[in-house]
């Protein structure tokens, strides 16, 4: 890595995704202002989602990255910086922003992420990276910075519209799940989290999560945070249509809703708990379904898997957030 006597950042953006010359003559201006030297500028492709243009960034000095982009640049660029020391910024765009969503940074205020490069705190995140095993037994190792999963979650995923999804965002996961659930059947997986019993269920996905928050202020992990060196598992295993009724309850109704109150926390720990939803926590899980099943990683899909080993690298990547964020949950 190349060393320089003054500061240079550099920008690694979708161009899909932004006003490109807006937000290079934002980054421009705010370097000089900085003191910093010209930045660099990198833009992402079909064949390059982020992550090589962040290793010349890092290869060429860079002394910060920021990252404009949906969330699969945003998990492209992290799992090049993970490990790196240098900070990384992220300037929401895109339609998810789930890891921005998730340590509340500012959506719609551009100028305030890139000035958090120059002259901002800094947060070490943890990191998840998952190997995945191949029907055929190869395997590949990828990073996740919000959450992975196995099954019923990774086909909605697969069979989301993709125009769909650029037109309305996010929603256009609705079109994904009508065409995945008449088709969803439970298939039966062993899995085993650092420190708790080996299981075995029937089950419909399983998730493995750094972050906790969905769009729409839906909570389907409440207490996950992304710097506990632990990832947050949920087994769901809905018995019916009415399994999927308690599935629904559990996350848009008692974690979004009823746990914000007091009130509402004393009527959860009265309520008799239903299977429908598991969950578990710790720094490893090993995941093995009788068959291959489609995989996701932070909104993208990752092809089919008959293993997954997931583990969290505690604060591997260092975020630049603004001055004084507070992040919750911490």
Not at 61 to 76: H, Y
Not at 141 to 149: D, L, Q, S, T
Not at 242 to 259: I, Q, T, Y
Request: include cysteine; charge should be positive; glycine fraction near 10%.
């Amino acid at each position: 890595m190349i060393q320089a006597a003054h500061p240079r950042a550099a920008l690694v953006y979708n161009p899909t995704k932004v006003d490109a010359k807006a937000l290079r003559a934002s980054v421009s201006a705010q370097s000089k202002t900085a003191g910093w030297r010209r930045p660099l500028f990198f833009e992402t492709t079909v064949d390059d989602l982020g992550g090589d243009a962040a290793g010349r960034a890092l290869d060429e000095g860079a002394n910060a990255v920021l990252v404009a982009g949906g969330d699969g640049t945003v998990r492209a660029v992290s799992q090049t910086m993970a490990g790196s020391g240098v900070p990384l910024a992220i300037v929401p765009s895109g339609t998810g922003n789930l890891l921005a969503r998730n340590i509340k940074l500012p959506l719609n205020d551009r100028e305030t992420m890139i000035a958090a490069a120059f002259a901002g705190d800094r947060l070490a995140i943890d990191v998840g990276w998952a190997t995945l095993t191949r029907p055929g037994g190869e395997t590949e190792r990828h990073a996740f910075v919000v959450m992975g999963g196995l099954g019923l979650d990774a086909a909605m995923i697969a069979n989301t519209n993709p125009q769909l999804k650029k037109t309305v965002g996010w929603v256009a996961y609705v079109d994904g799940a009508a065409r995945s659930l008449p088709m969803a059947k439970p298939f039966r997986v062993m899995y085993q989290v650092e420190g708790h019993r080996l299981h075995t269920a029937r089950v419909q996905s399983v998730l493995f999560a750094n972050c906790g928050s969905l769009p729409a202020g839906l909570e389907l992990i409440p207490e996950a945070s992304v710097a506990d060196g632990a990832m947050d598992i949920v087994v769901f295993q809905p018995k019916g249509p009415f399994g999927w009724m308690f599935v629904w309850r559990r996350v848009a109704w008692d974690n979004s809703v009823l746990r914000r109150f007091r009130t509402g926390r004393r009527i959860l720990a009265l309520r008799t708990r239903d299977s429908s939803v598991r969950y578990s926590k710790g720094p490893h899980l090993e995941l093995a379904a009788t068959d291959a099943k489609p995989v996701q990683l932070d909104g993208d899909e990752f092809g089919e898997a008959v293993k997954v080993d997931a583990r969290i690298a505690a604060g591997d990547l260092l975020l630049a957030i603004p001055k004084g964020h507070e992040v919750p949950g911490l």
